[in-house]
Every structure is written in C-alpha cells, then in structure tokens.
C-alpha cells in the first residue's frame, strides 16, 4: 500500500502548482500582479494608446495621438486639429474589482467635453455578469455626459450584475476626477454593509453548530442549512468555488467584495485543524451543499450504489478536478464559472447550463445525498487535497 501521509502533499503541491500556472498562462498575472511587475519590483501600471483597429472602431480614422498625462491622450486629425481625447482607465482605477477583477475602458470625449464613447478592454469578468450590465445600459449611461457636469450625476448600478456595473461606474468617475481636475467621488468600498454582516453572523452561527453537542441540534442544522442557501447564496452569492479560487489567485485581494470569501476560504483551511472537521466548509458552510441537504430530506428512501459501482465513483470527483486544472493549464478554459452549479445563485446572470447543472444536481439530492458534492464537485475535492497537509 502506498504511503497516504506521504503522497497528500505530495499530490497537494502538484494541485497547487497547477493552480497557480492555470492563473498564470491566462494572462501572465499572479495575485494582480504581471511577470514584469515581478521583475521591475514597479507598481505604477504603464498604459498606451488604443490600438489603430480601436480607433477605427471608434469611428477614428487617420488620427494620431498627443500625450497630455499618463493615461490621457489628445486625438489629432490630418490638419493637426485636436478632435478629441481618450482616458485609460486601468491607469486611475486599477484596483477597482468586479466580480473577476478590473474591468479597463478607453474613455473617449469629444472638444467640448461630452463623453462620445466608451471601448470595454480584455478583462477577467464573468462573461454573463459584464453582459447582463452592458444589455442593461450602465455604460449607455454615460454616453452624451459633459464631464465637468458630473458631480451631481447618479449612475445607477444593475441589479444581478451589481459588481460588474459598480466596477464599471467607479472606474469611469475615478477617471474623470482625474481628467478634470475635480473631485468626484465614485461609490467607497462597505466593509460593514448589511450583506456582510449578515454573512458574518451566518458564518458564526456555522462555527458554533459544528461545535454544538446538545439534542436538539437538528433543529439548529436545518437553521444554518436554510441562512447557508437565503444568505451566502441567494443574497450574498458567496461560496468557494474553483473559479472563484482562480480568480483568487490571479487577482489577489481586493477591497470589501473580497471580504467574505477571504473569511470563507480560512474556515475551510483553519477548521479542520480541529478534530471532526475536516470537512468544515462542505459540511457546514457550502450554500449548494445546504440545498442539497434540505432537497434530500424530502424522499427519505436513497439509491445505494453496489460497492463495485463505488470503487468507481470515489475517484470521479479527483478525475474532474485534475481535469480541470490541466485544461485551465493549457489554456483551454478559465471560465470556470460558466459550469459550476454554484453561480446559479446568480440566477439573474446564470447561463442555462448553469442552471442546468444546478437543478439536476438538486434532482439527484432527492435519491443519492449530495450527489455533486461526493462525486463531482471539483471546489471539495480542491479543500480535501488541501487538508490533507494537517
């Protein structure tokens, strides 16, 4: 028999190494910070122009650029006529995050100071989420403004895409403060806003039911269960999830939306460094685990796999996740996201295979216990390979 308390750091590095490639081969960023960053030991981002294709786009045609700040350039035509500028706003709001991360625009404003257009660049926000607050105009919003109007303007954020819309506000008021001169305030970072402190609550009440011996703790579980689904899931829509973990890496941490899913991430390592909980964050905490839990309690009679059966599945859920990684190493997929039934707490954003995924999971909750979090569930698996190191 191979040696376990050998081979679980051994396979927990390798996990860890192939994590931390899958963050880089995506865009050469590990925990927000570039490989020349790394090497330069600067923090300053250094920005450029847009692109001749994004000019054109633009509807600008044969114009060339005049720096006027860093991050600002004036656009002038053939007849060496100022026509415009165009902001970076990676340069003023680089750590303002969505739900992936920063999302960089060019900023375009025409002589007269009316904001003309806005180009969203390559970002690492969730595809659904940026598209739900584009088809709901917050970027619409802002076209036809006069920037040095806009100390009394309110832009409205989208509900179900409220990161990726505040992200995109904030960045444009920040840069525009630093466009006019002003002092325009985008919306501060709540680190005490109602949703996290309800979340907070929630995750005590988590540690003191896994402490909790007295008899009638199924009442309490059946509690937690439910707060676990309305608040962490439905309201606050945290969990851990491989791609939240990804975006974790490759990010790093930032402002209050990190807040939660930091605490979330340090029970799951801290808590089953004590005994009886080394499944702390599936057990207590998992908001889909939780659904999974009060879906099963409706049909008590479960489907038993034969033991040969389970030979097999025991390793399904290790077999997805490895998967997974080698494919994010590749480069074949980042959004991982885009299939984990966890963001279907996000129905609003969430895609149909999502959604998909996530009621055929509750389905299967009614005839195997939590199904996706025994045999599929890459996220568990990720935590289980990780305290296996205690």
Same mark, same amino acid.
């Given at each position: 028999? =191979? ?23 995506? $865009? ?45 350039? $004036? ?26 991360? =920063? ?6 404003? $025409? =002589?007269? !100071? ?38 009394? *303007? ?51 009440? !988590? ?81 889909? !685990? ?40 590749? !480069? ?6 885009? *299939? ?6 996000? *129905? ?29 569930? =890459? ?12």
């Amino acid at each position: 028999m =191979p040696n376990t308390k050998l081979l679980a750091p051994i396979a927990n590095t390798i996990l860890m190494i192939l994590l931390l490639a899958a963050a880089v081969s995506h $865009d050469g960023q590990l925990f927000g910070t570039s490989a020349d960053e790394f090497e330069t030991k600067e923090t300053a981002l250094i920005t450029t122009p847009p692109s001749s294709e994004v000019m054109a786009e633009a509807n600008y045609q044969k114009t060339h650029f005049s720096k006027r700040d860093e991050g600002v350039w $004036d656009i002038i035509n053939q007849e060496n006529k100022t026509i415009g500028s165009v902001l970076a706003t990676e340069q003023y709001a680089p750590d303002i995050y969505g739900y992936g991360g =920063p999302i960089p625009m060019y900023l375009f404003i $025409d =002589p007269a !100071g009316i904001i003309t257009q806005v180009k969203i660049l390559k970002n690492d926000e969730s595809p659904s989420f940026l598209r739900k607050a584009l088809a709901k105009g917050v970027v619409k919003q802002w076209i036809g403004k006069q920037v040095s109007h806009l100390s009394t *303007f309110q832009p409205d954020a989208v509900t179900g895409a409220t990161l990726s819309s505040n992200a995109i506000n904030q960045s444009l008021t920040t840069s525009i403060s630093h466009y006019v001169g002003s002092n325009l305030q985008g919306e501060k970072p709540n680190y005490f806003s109602l949703k996290n402190i309800a979340a907070l609550l929630v995750l005590a009440l !988590g540690v003191y039911a896994s402490f909790y011996k007295k008899e009638n703790k199924k009442t309490l579980r059946m509690v937690l269960l439910v707060v676990n689904v309305v608040v962490l899931g439905f309201w606050c829509g945290t969990f851990i999830s491989l791609g939240a973990l990804l975006n974790l890496v490759h990010n790093g941490v930032h402002g209050a939306s990190s807040l939660i899913f930091i605490l979330l991430v340090a029970l799951a390592l801290i808590m089953p460094l004590f005994k009886k909980h080394k499944k702390y964050y599936c057990t207590w905490v998992c908001p889909y !685990g939780s659904a999974q839990e009060i879906v099963g309690k409706l049909h008590k009679k479960k489907y038993q796999p034969s033991q040969k059966v389970m030979a097999y599945l025991k390793y399904s859920r290790r077999v997805i996740t490895l998967g997974l990684y080698v494919a994010m190493w590749l !480069g074949v997929s980042t959004d991982i996201m885009g *299939f984990e039934p966890f963001a279907a707490f996000l *129905f609003q954003n969430a895609s149909w295979l999502v959604l998909t995924v996530a009621i055929l999971g509750l389905i299967s909750a009614l005839f195997v216990p939590k199904g996706w979090c025994r045999f599929a569930c =890459p996220a568990g698996q990720t935590l289980d390979w990780s305290n296996q190191l205690d």
